[in-house]
């Protein structure tokens, strides 16, 4: 079983910074990829951005040049660091993971329980 955790969110003013941690743990023996989801309330989750390797990322729209993903693959551990934050950012961010367990070698998904970002002045 494989357990996802998220950190760093909080209260932040328009314009502000945050940095978003996401740390698997459990029977791993590869993560493939790894994606931040956010759902705002009474809007669907969406997808805000996603990493195979460095080489290898993706960004909804709404948050290209503003929003970096990154993860440490030897720590099983991955980042958004969000700059620019703007009201229409605040949502529940959800971390995604999807990769090989250890032992079974059978694939594996799991979400973590999510983190709150409210932005507002």
């Known amino acids: 079983q494989v357990q996802l955790v998220e950190s760093g969110g909080g209260l932040v003013q328009p314009g502000g910074s945050l940095r978003l941690s996401c740390a698997a743990s459990g029977s791993i023996s590869s993560i493939n990829a790894m994606r931040w989801y956010r759902q705002a309330p009474g809007k669907q989750r969406e997808l805000v951005a996603g990493?195979?390797?460095?080489?290898?990322?993706n960004y909804a729209d709404s948050v290209k040049g503003r929003f970096t993903i990154s993860r440490d693959s030897a720590k099983n551990t991955m980042f958004l660091q969000m700059n620019s934050l703007k009201p229409e950012d605040t949502a529940v961010y959800y971390c995604?993971?999807?990769?090989?367990?250890?032992?079974?070698?059978?694939?594996?998904?799991?979400w973590g329980p999510g983190t709150q970002v409210t932005v507002s002045s």
């Open positions: 990493i195979v390797s460095t080489f290898s990322t």
């Open positions: 995604y993971a999807v990769g090989i367990s250890k032992g079974t070698y059978s694939p594996f998904t799991s």
